[in-house]
């Protein structure tokens, strides 16, 4: 296996790691097999605005961005400060914290569908809960999804059914060890924006549905009348629509991409954004969805941590006085325009397309090995040039229009590299191990 020098104490730790942490690492996508092994860094000891440095001293700038996580930039200081302040006053009390009332206060001020809400520590933690409320206010047990819902049992029990579409997983490349057989059938999958599978589904599954739970969007613009449809459906059918706003929320707007697109849910899931880098989540929703959780045993002692709440506070003032909204769109814009820019001058069969929050980058491959290849080649030349990037790109506040010429002038140096290869000798040019998807989400 190759090991690029400039990654030696990346690579020793993460051979350190395989054999005491199960998995590798905590999340999926965190493994060196995500990127460009051997090349890409694995373990960051310190990261500021739209830059970290690795554990071997490299400087990356990064289009991560803690998987969405960090949306103002790396170690905002208004964040940070706020976070200290609270530090010193206590991070978690016997009693409540008032910054319970005041966040909540401030969610309902801002996302159109939210009257109530509920705290936890992350994404797939809020996902569980949403999953636990729709069950409790509709008596029902089984879910209608899509998408990516987290790592819990109540979703991970999908992958005992297959993929509506490719007859694999749901969640393919995950299989259900250690999730309850006797949960097969309670999650049941189907493909983004395919209302009729809906409609059939529901048909099928009468009365018996809790929740239609679905990520509103991803990478693309999403169909407004798509949404329309699931919400009527979930009215007829009497169960409850769930939008997993985990990854979609708050960069398209302060209100979610409920807001953006002006379609309201019964219950919204929210995470990553909301806190920039400390652990946050929520689910808010409407009075009738969420009321009957007053009876439900939904209890956890760091769900009310003030560290979560100051942090998640401050964010989201921060990116409503920073005018977050409009910075997006400008970023975004300029950064596929950047990019695509850098594809013609270069002349390589290749793409960045999707909604300017989540540009996604698609070279013209149809061999599917090849393609994994190819992509593990942009990830290597990309970071080889001090740029950490998957395909597709989140920016945070802190990304400048210098940052994005510099990622343009090594996209085009990356994509000659790639013109290269593929005129032959491939082998020559990638070093790197062929990057693996952890898994597919079912979503655009
Ligand atoms: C839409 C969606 N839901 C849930 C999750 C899980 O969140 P977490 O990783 O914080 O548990 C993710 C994470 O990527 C996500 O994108």
């Given at each position: 296996m190759y090991i690029d020098p400039k990654v030696k104490k990346s690579m020793e730790t993460y051979a350190r790691a395989s054999e005491i942490i199960p998995g590798k690492t905590?999340?999926?996508?965190?493994?060196?097999?995500?990127?460009?092994?051997?090349?890409?860094?694995?373990?960051?000891k310190s990261s500021s605005g739209a830059r970290f440095i690795d554990i071997d001293g490299n400087t990356f700038l990064d289009w991560k961005n803690a998987y969405g996580a960090i949306i103002l930039g790396h170690s905002n200081p208004v964040v940070n400060q706020a976070v200290k302040t609270q530090i010193d006053q206590g991070?978690?009390?016997?009693i409540n914290s008032d910054l319970e009332v005041a966040l909540a206060e401030l969610l309902i001020e801002n996302?159109?569908?939210?009257e109530m809400v509920r705290y936890t520590k992350g994404g797939g933690e809020a996902c569980a809960l949403a999953a636990r409320i729709a069950r409790g206010t509709t008596g029902r047990d089984k879910i209608l999804f899509s998408g990516y819902h987290g790592w819990h049992d109540w979703y991970q029990a999908?992958?005992?059914?297959?993929?509506?579409?490719?007859?694999?997983?749901p969640v393919t490349g995950?299989?259900?060890?250690?999730?309850?057989?006797?949960?097969?059938?309670?999650a049941i999958p189907f493909a983004h924006e395919d209302i009729s599978m809906v409609k059939n589904l529901l048909n099928q599954h009468k009365n018996e549905i809790a929740a239609i739970f679905v990520?509103?969007?991803?990478?693309q613009e999403p169909d407004k009348e798509y949404l329309v449809q699931l919400k009527k459906l979930a009215r007829e059918h009497g169960c409850i629509l769930i939008f997993?706003?985990?990854?979609?929320?708050?960069?398209?707007a302060v209100g979610g991409a409920q807001e953006y697109i002006g379609v309201t849910p019964d219950m919204t899931v929210l995470a990553k954004?909301?806190?920039?880098?400390y652990a946050m989540g929520a689910v808010v929703g409407s009075v009738a969805a969420m009321?009957?959780?007053?009876?439900?045993?939904i209890s956890s002692s760091?769900?009310?941590?003030?560290i979560g709440l100051i942090a998640s506070i401050t964010t989201i003032n921060e990116l409503i006085n920073r005018n977050s909204k409009e910075k997006f769109k400008q970023i975004g814009e300029s950064l596929i325009k950047t990019i695509n820019n850098a594809i013609d001058e270069v002349g390589i069969a290749a793409k960045v397309e999707g909604v300017y929050t989540y540009p996604t980058l698609q070279f013209m491959i149809d061999d599917q090995e090849l393609s994994q290849n190819i992509n593990t080649l942009f990830i290597q030349e990309m970071a080889k040039r001090g740029i950490f990037t998957p395909t597709s790109l989140n920016a945070t506040l802190d990304h400048t229009e210098k940052d994005i010429e510099i990622t343009g002038i090594a996209a085009a140096e990356s994509f000659r590299v790639i013109m290269k290869a593929l005129e032959g000798d491939l082998d020559k040019y990638l070093l790197a191990d062929t990057k693996k998807e952890p898994f597919r989400r079912i979503v655009n």
């Amino acid at each position: 296996m190759y090991i690029d020098p400039k990654v030696k104490k990346s690579m020793e730790t993460y051979a350190r790691a395989s054999e005491i942490i199960p998995g590798k690492t905590q999340l999926a996508s965190r493994r060196a097999s995500s990127y460009a092994s051997g090349v890409s860094p694995v373990y960051a000891k310190s990261s500021s605005g739209a830059r970290f440095i690795d554990i071997d001293g490299n400087t990356f700038l990064d289009w991560k961005n803690a998987y969405g996580a960090i949306i103002l930039g790396h170690s905002n200081p208004v964040v940070n400060q706020a976070v200290k302040t609270q530090i010193d006053q206590g991070s978690l009390f016997t009693i409540n914290s008032d910054l319970e009332v005041a966040l909540a206060e401030l969610l309902i001020e801002n996302i159109p569908s939210a009257e109530m809400v509920r705290y936890t520590k992350g994404g797939g933690e809020a996902c569980a809960l949403a999953a636990r409320i729709a069950r409790g206010t509709t008596g029902r047990d089984k879910i209608l999804f899509s998408g990516y819902h987290g790592w819990h049992d109540w979703y991970q029990a999908a992958n005992y059914l297959a993929d509506p579409i490719t007859g694999g997983y749901p969640v393919t490349g995950v299989e259900p060890i250690g999730v309850p057989k006797s949960l097969k059938g309670t999650a049941i999958p189907f493909a983004h924006e395919d209302i009729s599978m809906v409609k059939n589904l529901l048909n099928q599954h009468k009365n018996e549905i809790a929740a239609i739970f679905v990520e509103p969007m991803m990478s693309q613009e999403p169909d407004k009348e798509y949404l329309v449809q699931l919400k009527k459906l979930a009215r007829e059918h009497g169960c409850i629509l769930i939008f997993d706003e985990v990854s979609c929320g708050w960069r398209i707007a302060v209100g979610g991409a409920q807001e953006y697109i002006g379609v309201t849910p019964d219950m919204t899931v929210l995470a990553k954004g909301i806190s920039n880098g400390y652990a946050m989540g929520a689910v808010v929703g409407s009075v009738a969805a969420m009321e009957p959780a007053n009876h439900m045993f939904i209890s956890s002692s760091y769900w009310s941590d003030n560290i979560g709440l100051i942090a998640s506070i401050t964010t989201i003032n921060e990116l409503i006085n920073r005018n977050s909204k409009e910075k997006f769109k400008q970023i975004g814009e300029s950064l596929i325009k950047t990019i695509n820019n850098a594809i013609d001058e270069v002349g390589i069969a290749a793409k960045v397309e999707g909604v300017y929050t989540y540009p996604t980058l698609q070279f013209m491959i149809d061999d599917q090995e090849l393609s994994q290849n190819i992509n593990t080649l942009f990830i290597q030349e990309m970071a080889k040039r001090g740029i950490f990037t998957p395909t597709s790109l989140n920016a945070t506040l802190d990304h400048t229009e210098k940052d994005i010429e510099i990622t343009g002038i090594a996209a085009a140096e990356s994509f000659r590299v790639i013109m290269k290869a593929l005129e032959g000798d491939l082998d020559k040019y990638l070093l790197a191990d062929t990057k693996k998807e952890p898994f597919r989400r079912i979503v655009n």
